[in-house]
């Protein structure tokens, strides 16, 4: 046997010996209940814990929670953590609710920009093509658009039926 062959041979069996070693060190010294530290209460993993699994603001739109109720809850959330003032819990509304209309203007934003940006990108690529590839880009570029409203339209058949289960 060759040193080259020893050798592999070698690693192959510490790397097998590291393995078990690990999973008995783990089986024997780690307690039973041990996790993760807890995660803070507005975090989206502890609602989707919450909600068996199902992840987070459209399972809760399908469920019938809308956006007023989910900052509702987490201004209670933070009433009873801060014991807050029902004047403090009032501006805590307002400040939430004005939060949310501003992410709703910047999704809004990044929309129309991520449009633009694309119909640029289309003008660009086009001026470098030739008559008979530009034909071939905006085919492909179709089925792109068709195989995305395909798959939006599948989904949105999912949440449909989530909502009459």
């Known amino acids: 046997m ?6 592999s041979l070698w690693v192959i069996f510490l790397t097998v010996f590291g393995f078990l070693l690990g999973g008995m060190v783990t089986y024997y010294f780690v307690p039973p209940g041990f996790s993760a530290p807890p995660r803070p209460p507005w975090s989206p993993r502890v609602e989707m ?9 459209q399972e809760n739109k399908a469920a019938g929670e809308e956006d007023g109720e989910k900052r509702a809850r987490l201004v209670n959330m933070w009433k009873d953590r801060l014991n807050l003032t029902e004047e403090q819990v009032e501006k805590f509304h307002l400040i939430f609710e ?5 992410f ?3 999704a809004e934003a990044s929309r129309e920009r991520f ?3 694309r119909s640029e990108t289309d003008r660009e690529i086009n001026k470098v093509l030739n ?4 034909v071939s880009y905006e085919k492909i570029i179709e089925e792109f658009r068709e195989r995305e409203n395909r798959r939006k339209d599948q989904e949105h058949r999912r949440e449909n039926n989530r909502e009459k289960d």
Do not use: E, F, L
Request: no cysteine.
């Open 115 to 117: 449009s633009q940006i």
């Open 131 to 134: 008559p008979d590839q530009k």
């Open 104 to 106: 709703i203007s910047a």
């Open 98 to 102: 004005s939060g949310h209309q501003k």
């Open 2 to 7: 060759n040193i080259r062959t020893k050798a």
């Open 49 to 57: 814990m919450q909600n068996g699994g199902k992840g987070g603001n």
